[in-house]
């Protein structure tokens, strides 16, 4: 096999000393995704490769989540360890022990969820019902009894902000920023025991009582936090994608929230497994701090090139969208520049491995068309061609499509009978596309068309090669055969890496100048 062209004298070059390629990569599988890849993974150090902001759409969304977790947190076992005693006049001083509580049901009737400006959201509950029950122990004097008691609140309402952040290495961290619930309306009975003397006192606890569920639902919704926090620690922050590649996605500092939304900045650089590194060239596009406009239904929408600055009536409720997302093109970049340094964009292609209707085989009959010494020289053998990229792609984002621009070498071998593998001639081939993502369904895909093609001779141990002749061929064998196969596996998308039972809604893709701007709604089905 063939490794990488290097300056040789081709015309006494011998055939034992030809090099040889010892890679067919797994990252060659993202190739046709090259242009695609902003869409879903992002790439920067200083600058953020991907910008998000979730409009107040999305916090209906949050909302249900949020009481799902609120619900899930206290509707439980809790350990109360509450002690107390009261003075009853006549009977005497009346201590009392509640161990644990066990919440049954919680309603909650009326909850909105806002942004809280520089902090993170903010949960108002309004009209709440809370069921309970627990077991309790009590001394009168030299009577003991114990015996279990219903509780019954139903006008809660609780206030609860989440703080949200970053804790300096990429992950996202919450705290409570801030919590108090308030509930006058509670109504108990007892059980068991002397129950009904209880039921007579019942008035006289109820204000002890009261205040101590109020402060008990804070302190466990508290917890409930701190364990989401303690489990954020453990998230990954980047992921391998193959033997090649690997994507960092960590934040790149505290979200930042007003009373309209909340940024995101992601760090997201794909690259090299093992070897950290940033590309040495084309510093990221700095995305602006505002929000973009509000995005109509209908598409194809004409956006202004740079984000406009947000205003009070820019985003319309009836038209936002929960997430939109501002991804540079940077991604693309950092991904063609991770392949190309680990000699991943490297192909060997056979005689066997054309279609049967390509315009020329790979032969020394059919390639001697080309160059005619060929022929003489070797007969009809079989022959192998080694692609690999002499230079790392270059990428760009235009409101029109994506460009790219490719740059290949081309070395073409005969095949003996004994295997050898004899050099005759090397190109260079270099190719314009474009290309076009969508999102179905959550998987990301697209369509690429070639624009452009250009092959040059560099060496040739066979004499001249008709290049142009060549390009002619090549180009109509690509437009009939290689494109159509391309966007066939395009079409077909590879899954977006979202998490389990995240689905994207009526996701819209918009290219801009330098950046691509995504426009998303989301579901959540558990």
């Known amino acids: 096999m063939v490794g990488p062209a290097v300056p040789v004298m081709w015309d006494t070059l011998p055939a034992s000393h030809a090099f040889r390629y010892q890679h067919r990569p797994r990252g060659v599988a993202w190739l046709c995704l090259l242009l695609l890849l902003p869409v879903c993974v992002p790439a920067t150090v200083t600058n953020p490769g991907i910008k998000a902001w979730l409009t107040r759409s999305s916090l209906e969304f949050g909302r249900r989540f949020g009481l799902e977790l609120f619900q899930s947190t206290l509707q439980k076992e809790h350990e109360l360890n509450l002690t107390g005693s009261y003075n009853i006049p006549l009977l005497g001083n009346l201590t009392y022990a509640v161990p644990r509580i066990h919440i049954h049901e919680l309603q909650m009737n009326d909850s909105t969820l806002d942004f809280a400006e520089d902090v993170g959201v903010r949960l108002m509950v309004q009209r709440a019902q809370i069921q309970l029950s627990a077991d309790w122990a009590a001394q009168l004097g030299a009577i003991q009894d114990s015996g279990s008691v219903e509780l019954r609140m139903q006008d809660l309402a609780v206030a609860a902000v989440l703080g949200v952040s970053e804790d300096g290495g990429g992950r996202p961290t919450v705290w409570s920023a801030g919590c108090d619930t308030h509930g006058t309306d509670l109504h108990m009975e007892f059980h068991r025991g002397y129950s009904w003397i209880y039921n007579l006192l019942a008035p006289l606890l109820q204000r002890t009582l009261r205040q101590q569920l109020n402060k008990q639902l804070c302190l466990e919704l508290q917890r409930g936090i701190d364990k989401l926090d303690a489990a954020l620690k453990h998230i990954k922050v980047s992921t391998q994608l193959d033997a090649f590649a690997a994507i960092d996605y960590s934040l790149l500092g505290p979200p930042a929230f007003t009373a309209e939304h909340g940024d995101i900045a992601l760090k997201g650089e794909i690259f090299r497994v093992g070897m950290y590194q940033q590309r040495r060239s084309a510093l990221p596009v700095a995305l602006p701090m505002a929000l973009p406009m509000a995005l109509p239904m209908s598409l194809p929408v004409a956006l202004p090139t740079a984000l406009p600055t947000l205003t009070p009536k820019a985003l319309p409720m009836a038209q936002e969208p929960m997430l939109l997302m501002a991804v540079t093109e940077f991604v693309a970049n950092s991904a063609t520049f991770t392949y190309f340094t680990a000699g991943a964009l490297r192909r060997n292609i056979s005689s066997d491995m054309l279609p049967q209707r390509f315009p020329f085989q790979l032969r020394t009959k059919s390639m001697g068309v080309f160059s005619p010494q060929l022929q003489e020289r070797y007969g009809d053998q079989p022959m192998e061609l080694h692609l690999w990229a002499r230079r790392q792609p270059l990428l760009s984002c235009h409101p029109d499509a994506l460009h790219g621009t490719l740059f290949s070498s081309a070395e073409a071998f005969v095949v003996l009978p004994n295997t050898t593998r004899v050099p005759v001639f090397l190109l260079n081939i270099d190719a314009n596309v474009t290309g076009k993502p969508t999102i179905t369904r959550n998987r990301l895909g697209g369509t690429v068309r070639l624009t452009g093609l250009s092959v040059t001779q560099v060496a040739s141990n066979v004499g001249p ?30 899954p977006l890496p979202l998490p389990h039972g995240l689905s994207l809604l009526r996701p819209r893709v918009l290219l801009q100048e330098d950046f691509i701007l995504i426009a998303t709604d989301l579901q959540y089905e558990p």
């Open 465 to 494: 090669v008709e290049v142009k002749r060549l390009e002619t061929l090549l180009k109509f064998g690509l437009w009939l055969f290689g494109v159509p196969r391309a966007n066939k596996w395009l079409q077909a998308g590879i």
